[in-house]
């Protein structure tokens, strides 16, 4: 099994900007990347980004391209969302996700594992 925790959600003004990180712990050796999804109130959950624990190869959704950034730091067994220029429509609460897959996708049902979640809220 593998257990993920988020941290660094929060309120933040248009504009401003927030660094989310998921820590992963347990049999981490078996995941080969790891993901951001997002579920907005009333909304499902959407994909944000995926990055490769190995080749650091990376996979963004169209709706953050240029402005978010998903990167990793294995030895803390850790993943980063940098997240700029953030907009009201980036409110919701941020998931982590790992996969033993060895491939990069953005379907809830690709990962076999999940965060309990970190709030974002994004005021005008």
């Known amino acids: 099994q593998v257990q993920l925790v988020e941290s660094g959600g929060g309120l933040v003004q248009a504009g401003g900007s927030l660094r989310l990180s998921c820590a992963a712990s347990g049999r981490t050796f078996s995941v080969i990347a790891m993901a951001w999804f997002r579920q907005a109130p009333r909304k499902e959950r959407e994909f944000v980004a995926a990055?490769?624990?190995?080749?650091?190869?990376?996979y963004y959704a169209d709706s953050v391209k240029g402005r978010f950034t998903i990167s990793r730091d294995n030895a803390k067994n850790t993943n980063y969302l940098q997240m700029n220029s953030l907009k009201p429509e980036d409110t919701a609460v941020y998931y982590c996700?790992?996969?033993?897959?060895?491939?990069?996708?953005?379907?809830?049902?690709?990962?076999?594992?999940w965060g309990q979640g970190t709030h974002v809220t994004v005021s005008s």
């Open positions: 996700a790992a996969t033993r897959a060895p491939y990069l996708k953005a379907g809830r049902t690709d990962y076999d594992y």
């Open positions: 990055i490769n624990r190995s080749s650091g190869s990376t």
